[in-house]
Structures are given as C-alpha cells and as structure tokens.
C-alpha cells in the first residue's frame, strides 16, 4: 500500500498549521471561478467496505420484525430513562440494520452500488460502526466491528474495557451500560473525489448515521446518550486506526440493567496487524493535510458553563416579522419510522408543486423535536447551528428567506431577494433544486464555534446539520415527499445572497418538495 501526501507548491503555501473551524472552512470553499474538474483516479476508488481477512466473523441473527412506531411519535416523546428488558443479539441485530443496513442496489454500467438505510455524499459512505459490549446477553464482552455487507460482527478484542468507558461517559453507571457505539470516519473514501472539502461531508454523513442510530435505539426502547467529547484519539487506538486514515467521531452509549453483574475486568488483548491495516480502502491513498490538520486542532475540549452560544443572533440576520411555525400534531398519513427509513432515498425529480402548509408544518416539527432532542441527549451540540429556510412553492407562505427560532417555534422573515432558482445556481448550477418547495438551511458563525469550543465546535456543528438532514429525509419520505441533501455549492455566493456576515456560512442545505412517482 503506498500513501501519497500532497506536495504541490501551491496546496503546501496555503497549508494552515492548527487550523481554526474558519479558516478550515474557507480554505475548502467552491468558488466559480475557481474549480478544478479533476478527472476521479478510478483505479484507486476506495473500497466502502471494511474487511478484515484474517478474522472470522459472528454472523448477526436474521432480523424478522422491525420497530412500529409512527415516526413523530417517536420524536415527539421522551428518550426512555432505563432499560426494561436486556439488550441481546437479536435486538442488536434489529439496532444494526435498521440504522445502517443495505436498502437498495443499483447497476451502473462501470459498477453496482449498494445504497443504505442513510445518505452519503456522493455515496462513499466514510463512516463505520464500532461497539463495546458490556452487557449484552449470552455474548462475549469486548470490541466488535460492524460488517455491513454480510451483516456480521468482527471481534476486534476481547475483555470488557467497561473501566475505561467509564471515563468516557458520565451519563450512566458503568454498572448498568450495556455498549457503547463508535461512529467513525475514514478520510479517504470522501477525499478520493473531495479533497480536502471531504472533511466536511465526513461530519456531515456521520451525524446522519447518528440521527439513524438515535432513533433506532429510542425506538427499540433503550436509554442512549451521545457523547461527542470523548478521548476519541485514544478510542481510535483501542479500535487499531492508523490516525492519518480513520479517526472516531462520536460515541452512544446504552444503558442497561443493573441488575447483571459485570463480567469480571480482563485485560484488553492486543490488535493484530491485520486490523491496523484495515484502515487502508485503496491501493495508493492521498493524504489530504487540510484534513488531517483539522481534525488533530480539534483535539481539546472545551467545557462550557453555558449551553447555547445563541448562534442565530450572530449570523448578521434581522428578521422583519416572526410568524409560528409549529402545530406539534402527528399527520393522519404517513408511514411508520421504519418504513421510512427502508424507503428513504435521494429524491431529485422535483415537481414543481405547491407545499400544502399544513405538511410543510409537520416536516419543521421534526427538525424542532429533532433539534430538542439533540440538545437534551446530546449535552448541547445544536447549540453550534443555525435553522433556516428558503420558502419557494408552499401555501400561504410569501417565497424568501426565513430564520427559524426554534425555541418559540416561529419563523423570522428576512428577506425576498434569495430565491430556490437563485440558490439552484449557486449549488453548482443543479437545476432541478428550482423546483424543491423548499430548501432547509444549516447555519453557522464559525468565528462564534472557535471562541466558544475551539476547533472541536467545527464536529459538533457539522455532525448537527447531519443530524438534523436525516430527520428532514425521514419526515419528507414518511409524508410520500421526496428530499436531497446538498453539500455542493460556491460558498461565498451562499452567505452573500443570505446576508450572512463575514464570520457565517452555509453549511449545509436539503431539498424537499413533491416528486414524481411517489
Ligand atoms: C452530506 C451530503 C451531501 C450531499 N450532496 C449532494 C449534492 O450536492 N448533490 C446531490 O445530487 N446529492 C447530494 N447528496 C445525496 C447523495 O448523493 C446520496 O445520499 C447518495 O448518492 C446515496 O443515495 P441515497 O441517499 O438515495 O441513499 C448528498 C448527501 C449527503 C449526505
């Protein structure tokens, strides 16, 4: 396996030492007049799953039920506080598959792609499922990897590491975890065709992985909690990454029951080198430094006292009127969380056809329960994103740009000037955004992240807009909507036409309206 790094003149002069979330960000901007068009390096398209050869994998039990509940319900109610019946294989099973699970296979002429239960920017699908069993029933505590493909576990190491998890986690005993899952990202399989922009689609596919994860958790009835301040470098050791390839993002934790008695603590064995290669996807892998050097000036946490860095106030926005935007009603029409997720796709065959108000509703009050949600069961992260929308075709709202306040629940009008047909072209001129009823903006002041967490905010901002994409693709699909998520656009052109000040940007932007053939 040979590793390039970038030494062109021109990539090194504008390399950044100790990035800030800004100045990442901006170095990675689109700019029209400014793109590259590099053809793809074909013959070294990364692998989008991880084998590990040597080690004989557990095959997971047959998943014959799914989870029934109605998925506003499952928004709308509370994270449950402890576990009545024990986690085992089946339902970790039932947990895997349905949060990250093969949905649907499509073939090209050059090849065939298997598209999952959550969207990937451009398909590559960086992020990996990891876990830590603590209390699982009749199964062997220790570090299992989860293979997508063949729906099986690889176990990585044996012995229960419930010691260590307890200086990861404060949100429940370490007597009564059942697991806690890793959500990773592997840096090449995004920057073989993005660069050194993948980190942000890295992020950004991982929080829609963790939205999945949540939601299936609550759904099967466990107690969760997400935690993206951990010692991820040293869990990543634990895992066998190699940290210029594959680097952890976030951890969820299960609760348990207290009542199982801990296995008795063995010592962690150690990793063979065929799980620390296991990190390479390709046969000559570019190493992005824009990447690598991000992620590493993300590594301290900083604890705030405060929750909620009040990023909407700081974008430079003066909304002239604030009208309510909430009716917290479950639809009468709609399909259950599972099947939307079953049949979640990228939709792009807008139709351009008037939003009734009423289903428009209904899709802002998943991202708010979504967004409150996120801030209750994990420790404020959403605090670092801004919620708006561009109103193009829906009923009874004047087309223009609206701020969200998430907390009355009301939308603040900005302005008219930002149309969907003006923002299509500045999403690198992908017309058929034009005829999306409306497209949901992610927000954030950037210069607010690095005062308030460091570096680290950038994660915790991007992760959110995921987060919160995945709830809008849920929620369009289960109301027979189709939805995309858009990660492509010219990023100065976005904040102008937005108004956003020096320090605010776009971060990310998701598409729904009426489809065809739905
Ligand atoms: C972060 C992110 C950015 C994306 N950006 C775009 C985009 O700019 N244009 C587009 O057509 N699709 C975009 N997509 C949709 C992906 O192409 C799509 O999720 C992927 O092909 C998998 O298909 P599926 O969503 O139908 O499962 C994006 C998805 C994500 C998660």
Not at 44 to 58: G, L, M
Not at 319 to 324: A, D, H, T
Request: charged fraction near 20%; include cysteine.
């Amino acid at each position: 396996m040979e590793v390039r790094n970038r030494t062109d003149a021109v990539i090194q002069e504008k390399r950044i030492m100790n990035p800030s979330a800004i100045s990442y960000h901006k170095t990675t901007c689109y700019d029209r007049n400014r793109m590259r068009g590099d053809p793809l390096d074909w013959p070294n398209q990364p692998r989008v799953f991880k084998a590990y050869d040597s080690i004989e994998a557990i095959p997971l039990p047959e998943v014959d039920k799914l989870p029934e509940i109605d998925l506003w319900h499952l928004y709308f109610s509370k994270t449950t506080k402890r576990l009545e019946s024990g986690l085992d294989l089946k339902r970790l099973s039932q947990i895997l598959s349905i949060s990250y699970g093969l949905t649907s296979t499509r073939s090209y002429s050059e090849q065939t792609v298997l598209y999952r239960s959550v969207a990937s920017a451009g398909a590559l699908y960086p992020a990996e499922i990891y876990f830590f069993a603590f209390s699982i029933d009749n199964f062997q505590p220790g570090l299992y990897h989860y293979g997508i493909k063949d729906r099986s576990l690889t176990p990585l190491r044996g012995g229960d590491d419930s010691a260590l998890m307890s200086t990861m986690t404060d949100s429940f005993e370490t007597q009564s975890l059942s697991a806690v899952f890793i959500i990773s990202g592997i840096f090449f399989r995004s920057s073989w065709k993005y660069r050194d922009r993948a980190y942000r689609y890295i992020l950004l596919d991982a929080g829609h992985l963790i939205e999945n994860l949540a939601l299936a958790l609550k759904a099967t009835g466990l107690p969760y909690a997400i935690d993206y301040d951990f010692d991820d470098g040293h869990i990543g050791h634990l895992i066998g990454f190699d940290d210029q390839k594959e680097v952890s993002l976030a951890s969820v934790h299960v609760g348990g029951r207290s009542s199982i008695t801990q296995k008795e603590l063995t010592k962690s064995s150690s990793l063979s080198p065929a799980i620390i290669e296991a990190s390479s996807v390709s046969p000559v892998e570019t190493v992005y430094e824009d990447i690598i050097d991000i992620h590493r000036s993300g590594i301290n946490i900083t604890k705030q006292s405060v929750k909620d860095p009040d990023i909407s106030s700081k974008l430079g926005l003066n909304p002239l009127e604030w009208i309510p935007i909430s009716q917290n009603k479950v639809p009468d029409k709609k399909l259950t969380y599972s099947e939307a997720v079953l049949r979640r796709r990228s939709r792009r065959n807008f139709i351009n056809q008037k939003l009734k108000k009423t289903t428009f509703i209904q899709l802002i009050d998943i991202v708010f329960a979504a967004r409150a949600e996120n801030f209750s069961v994990a420790k404020g992260y959403a605090g670092a994103l801004s919620i708006g929308f561009l109103a193009g075709n829906i009923e009874e709202l004047p087309p223009g740009f609206y701020l969200a306040d998430t907390v009355n629940k009301t939308a603040g009008y900005v302005d008219f000037e930002p149309t969907t047909n003006k923002m299509a072209a500045i999403c690198l001129n992908q017309q058929w955004l034009c005829s999306a009823s409306v497209h949901f903006l992610f927000m954030s002041n950037l210069n607010t992240i690095d005062r308030f967490w460091g570096p680290r905010g950038y994660r915790y901002a991007m992760m959110t807009a995921g987060r919160l994409g995945h709830a809008l693709y849920l929620g369009a699909t289960a109301l027979g909507l189709g939805c995309c998520g858009i990660g492509a656009f010219y990023d100065d052109e976005g904040k102008n036409i937005l108004g956003l000040n020096q320090e605010s940007y776009l971060l990310y932007l998701v598409a729904v309206g009426e489809v065809k053939g739905m």
